[in-house]
């Protein structure tokens, strides 16, 4: 029996559960959205790595996790080298997974990023895609409000097209690939392709894929747990979850640590 913990601010890592669950179909998964606490990227690097660490030593210590996914840019930013030094487990993130993709997808080397303020703060996209591809031209967008839109169920709304417009155009005309640098991102690709016609990064596949060449696959198991600890509003989190897994999420808790 194998347990993968995987953890967001709130229910932007639903994005990337959902390629962990087509990944890893027999294990057993632990997911926590710290969403009393969202959005991450509005608040300090320091309050970042503070919470962080409550969660993962939540699911590494208290429920004895083996593979730790970090599936929140700005958790990954403030936060993976210390987990990995903490824990003797498996501990991925999805910059490192976005970066390999994009590099990979972009024609003209003109990448642009969408984040929080928090992860462009940090500098993680531009740093990481200059290291493994230092010909990339790398432009990087804040976008504050998304992610407590997303939180509480995105409107299509003039305004909530507007915004994804005014953020959009800060960008060169020439970025032909576009990295969704909050795992909160994916929930509204929708909306956004509706303003950005290149192609569009979302980092969860390929950290998906990432964990299963260092956690390699699990073929006995039998009905495998899906638990869901939540820190705010359970009834919020389970309505957008739910629409974005397309799957019923029945095991939800309440708790804050
Ligand atoms: N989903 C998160 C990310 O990928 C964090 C969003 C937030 O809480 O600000 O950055």
Redesign the pocket.
Known sequence: MRTIGVF???V??ISVLKEILKEFPNDNIIYFGDSLH?????RSIDEIRKLCLKVSDFLVFNKKVDALVIA????TGAAINIMQDRYDIPVVG?VDNGVKEATNTTTNNFIGVI??P??VKMNIYPDTIFKLAPKNNVFQVECPSF?AMIEDGWVDSIESNNLIKSYLDKFPENIDTLILG???YPLITKYITRYFSGKIVNPAKETSKSLKTLIGEMNFKINPSRVFFVSGELKKFKKVAEEFLEQPIEDIRKIIL
Do not use: E, F, L, Q
């Open positions: 967001d601010s709130g932007g890592g969202a959005p991450y990227g509005d929140c840019n700005t958790a999805v984040a929080t928090a992860t992610v909050c795992t909160h």
